[in-house]
């Protein structure tokens, strides 16, 4: 007997999916057929480590990221994390520092900031 990915019940996805990186979900089932995308659509705290921008990936998920660790220099809109309650930023920019405000990211209880060494001479 096989069984495939699809034939499992929702509840389990949900428990399976919760363990994995948002950019690993979308890569993996965004857009395999419409059941999948309702379940990726109604998760919710999840977690994102981005090396590359990719605007699609911020189009469906940004409002239920919980945790984002930034790892470009790509520039990246935080307004768009309204759940946002944990961010790391490893090449921080100019305009990311300025949007860290309360009004911007409401529910941020955890901040990392790595500066490089030429962040204020730019």
Excluded: C
């Excluded at 089932?29 to 977690?47: C, M």
């Excluded at 189009?59 to 660790?69: P, Q």
């Amino acid at each position: 007997m096989s069984s495939l990915i699809e034939d499992l019940p929702n509840e389990l996805l949900f428990d399976i999916f919760q363990y994995l990186d948002t950019r690993d979900l979308y890569e993996s089932f965004w857009g395999l057929n419409y059941r999948f995308n309702n379940i990726l659509r109604s998760l919710k705290d999840l977690s994102l480590t981005m090396e590359k921008n990719n605007p699609s990936l911020l189009t469906i998920f940004a409002s239920r990221i919980a945790r984002l660790e930034v790892n470009t220099w790509h520039e990246i809109d935080l307004i768009e994390f309204i759940n946002l309650k944990s961010l790391i930023l490893h090449r921080t920019t100019r305009n990311q520092i300025t949007q860290i405000r309360p009004n911007v990211i409401p529910k941020l209880v955890s901040l990392s900031i790595s500066l490089a060494f030429d962040f204020w001479s730019s």
